[in-house]
């Protein structure tokens, strides 16, 4: 890896299309916001020659056009490809956000990748957030390395944040979690503080010095040699410890000096199989520099130590009716089968997704079978269409290069497929297949709007549909009990660039409006009205008088009508008229404008006129009757409760369920899920959890999660209830 010293030139630049599997690489870069991933996928871009000097491609473009500041915000938000060229292999970098609103984008590089580069600032350490996704990769496998950025901060420790990276990652196993390099230091400056200017290969024993802005490479001195000893015998040890060769650790003891080929033949094939995780360290280039600090090293340790598509298991597929389907991994000339992992809108080519190709050669111009399955819940319409493929490209920065095929294991982006969403799956027309969808995280903070003007609301509809089409993290829901329409987000960040998003992208303005919870109104005990409508005015007149009796019954029953008229008081015909006017009273509710819910509404007695009595007249007296009813009866209003139920680690569970019994929740309990994590489970009114996405974030610095599912309708404190009538008599 960083020790072949193959660091030929000619050998980079930017990447088109690759021809085979094993000549592809597929990294995604983890790490919180600030860690320097962007920076770090720079930089590689400029020692790999796809630019000429830093931020800058080489036909006039720029790297992100990356240096316009829109551009920047726009890529610290969603996933982002820049694929480059290194000693014959294809390397595509997917830099994913930093910002746990966004770990949709996160998720979706983690299913097209088929390694994961952690960068960790030696400034800020590991939070809590980029633990879990290490436990993520971990749960499937997934090949890791950590690269420590930002090493020129005056208290930046290399060796402390190594300690650190083994402690929050390496498990039972820290040994498994060692450096490949040690940070060359320069003289001291005025501050005291020590530049990196290079590294020092523990395997080769070898210096490469950056300072000059090109790496070269020399021999330590004798004073440099004992102080990488430790450092290296505790590298070879690590390594041989995963070896597969189980002769190699008594060799080792016996004091045989091991070949360094066969050591990194080891450590290619231990990185490989995700069961070592080495850390490197890189810097930017300075102005004018061709290559920054580590940045060889680590293109090196991405084509020798990273897995081919041809080792990533392929996802489950099945026949787009359920029927499990074998394919042969990662086979350019299988059937295709293909995934968008993200869909975006370009303003001159329109609709543009970003697709894996996981089995067959994709082709532009080709007719594939697009399907999409399981994300009806969140507005995505299920649906199998046969789509025309467009250009196929390979994106750098704003460009879009074009590209002749995307054979399997390798990415590109599909213009003009005007169905696909994220998330679908692309099939020959004539096969029709359908992938495993990956999980995607549930949105649970709502974002409430309404059209800003009639212009607005025609144009609404579509914005929205685009919306989610792009974003399979965002539910659209069109609520049926309180009239609004709602974006589920995962955060205020996330609702912020959806709004953001509608406005300039789409053309439509919005307002933000407060969220309503679905409230229900009940009786608190047996009461009874009297219904009488009676109006002569020429012609035929309006009679109807009928008598009722409500009382409550059980939570979940609903609304149940009963007869009990004796001797035609209420004539055969009209006692459903009675009823039709119940239910719609009971609909629109008695005392704060919610629907009534379970109630027994018993019709006891009434009057008929033979020639005024109607259908009309009689829903309109039952109407009235059960309005009585309610004027002389303790009406309970009845909020929605959930089950709410938090992960999160042992140090935050007594601020959790101090703060969830502060909402009026009830704990149900706690259980231990794996080493330091616990499960706390308990009912929670919905008016007390609408920011919780938010407020749980905070508490717990990133590191708990929750779900929420509806429980039942429970009767609300007197006191909670008081103040919503009151603001509903102030909006009426």
């Known amino acids: 890896m960083g020790d072949k010293a193959n660091t030929n030139p000619g050998a980079a630049g930017r990447a088109t299309a690759a021809d085979h599997p094993a000549s592809v690489r597929n990294v995604v870069l983890v790490g919180h916001s600030g860690s320097g991933k962007t920076t770090l996928v720079e930089a590689l871009a400029l020692t790999a020659g796809a630019v000429n000097r830093a931020g800058r491609v080489e036909d006039g473009g720029t790297v992100s056009d990356y240096d316009e500041i829109e551009h920047r915000q726009q890529r610290s938000v969603q996933l982002s490809l820049v694929p480059v060229d290194w000693d014959g292999f294809k390397i595509n970098l997917l830099d994913t956000p930093g910002y746990a609103d966004f770990v949709g984008e996160l998720r979706a590089g983690l299913r097209a990748a088929d390694a994961a580069l952690f960068v960790v600032s030696a400034s800020d350490g590991v939070e809590g957030s980029t633990r879990m996704v290490w436990e993520e990769c971990a749960a499937v496998g997934m090949p890791r ?61 070898k210096l490469f010095d950056y ?49 360094i080929k066969t050591l990194i033949d080891d450590l290619e094939r231990a990185v490989a199989r995700g069961v070592f995780f080495p850390v490197l360290a890189a810097a930017p280039a300075a102005e004018g520099a061709r290559q920054g600090l580590g940045t060889v090293e680590l293109l090196e340790l991405i084509t020798g130590g990273f897995p081919t598509p041809l080792e990533h298991t392929v996802p489950s597929v099945a026949t787009v009716d359920g029927r499990p389907r074998e394919l042969k991994p990662c086979d350019p000339d299988g059937p295709l089968v293909a995934e968008v992992v ?34 009806a819940d969140r507005g995505h319409e299920d649906h199998d269409v046969d789509e025309k493929v467009g250009a196929l490209s390979t994106p750098f920065g704003k460009q879009q290069r074009p590209v002749t095929h995307a054979v399997a294991g390798d990415l590109a982006c599909v213009a003009k497929l005007g169905r696909a969403e994220t998330g679908d799956t692309l099939s020959a027309k004539d096969d029709p297949l359908l992938m495993e969808p990956w999980e995607m995280p549930d949105p649970l903070l709502p974002l409430a709007i309404e059209a800003h003007s009639k212009a607005d609301e025609d144009k609404l509809s579509q914005g929205l549909g685009r919306l989610v089409a792009e974003d399979p993290t965002m539910r659209l829901e069109q609520n ?140 309109t007296a039952g109407a009235l009757a059960l309005r009585e009813a309610a004027a002389d009866a303790k009406i309970h209003l009845l ?79 007197p006191q909670v209830a008081e103040k919503i009538r009151e603001q509903a008599g102030d909006e009426s």
Request: hydrophobic share 35%; glycine share 12%; with cysteine.
């Open 480 to 619: 049926q009990d309180t009239h609004q329409v709602v974006l589920w987000c995962l955060g205020e960040a996330h609702a912020d660039v959806a709004l953001e998003r509608l406005r300039n992208r789409y053309g439509v303005q919005v307002d933000v409006v407060p969220h309503k919870v679905s409230l229900r109104e009940t009786f608190g005990g047996k009461s009874a009205g009297r219904g009488r409508h009676v109006k002569q005015s020429g012609g035929h007149g309006q009679y109807a008088i009928c008598e009722i009796e409500v009382e409550p019954l059980p939570g979940g029953s609903g609304i149940e009508f009963v007869d009990k008229v004796v001797g035609g008081a209420v004539p055969r015909q009209f006692i459903p008229s009675v009823e039709k006017g119940v239910r719609a009273q009971a609909a629109k509710g008695v005392a704060a404008g919610y629907p009534l819910v379970d109630v027994r509404i018993t019709l006891l007695d009434g009057k008929a006129h033979s020639v005024d009595s109607s259908d009309a007249a009689f829903q």
């Open 145 to 205: 390395a950590i690269v420590i950025t930002h090493l020129e901060a005056a208290r930046a420790d290399f060796e402390e944040m190594t300690r650190v990276c083994a402690e929050a990652f390496g498990g039972d196993d820290p040994d498994a979690v060692l450096p490949l390099y040690l940070p060359l230091r320069g003289p001291q400056g005025p501050d005291g503080h020590a530049p990196v200017t290079g590294l020092v290969g523990l395997l080769s024993q």
């Open 639 to 717: 909020e929605p409760v959930s089950e709410v139920s938090v992960l999160v680690g042992d140090d935050y569970v007594g601020a959790v369920m101090s703060d969830l019994s502060g909402r009026r929740g009830r704990v149900l309990g706690t259980e231990q899920v794996g080493s330091g994590r616990t499960l706390v489970r308990a009912e929670v009114p919905e008016f007390e959890i609408g920011r919780y996405a938010v407020d749980l974030r905070s508490l717990s610095h990133g590191t708990a999660r929750f779900s929420r599912t509806y429980a039942r309708h429970e009767p609300m404190p």
């Open 342 to 375: 993200k869909t975006s809108s370009d303003p001159y080519v329109g609709r543009v997704s970003l697709v894996r190709v996981f089995s067959g050669t994709l082709r532009p111009d080709a007719t594939v079978h697009v399907s999409g399955h399981g994300l």
């Open 211 to 259: 300072a000059s802005g090109e790496r070269k490479e020399s021999e330590p001195g004798p004073d440099q040699l004992p102080e990488m000893d430790d450092a290296r015998n505790r590298l070879i040890e690590g390594i041989i410890s995963e070896s597969e060769d189980e002769t190699l650790m008594d060799r080792y003891l016996g004091g045989e000096q091991i070949d």
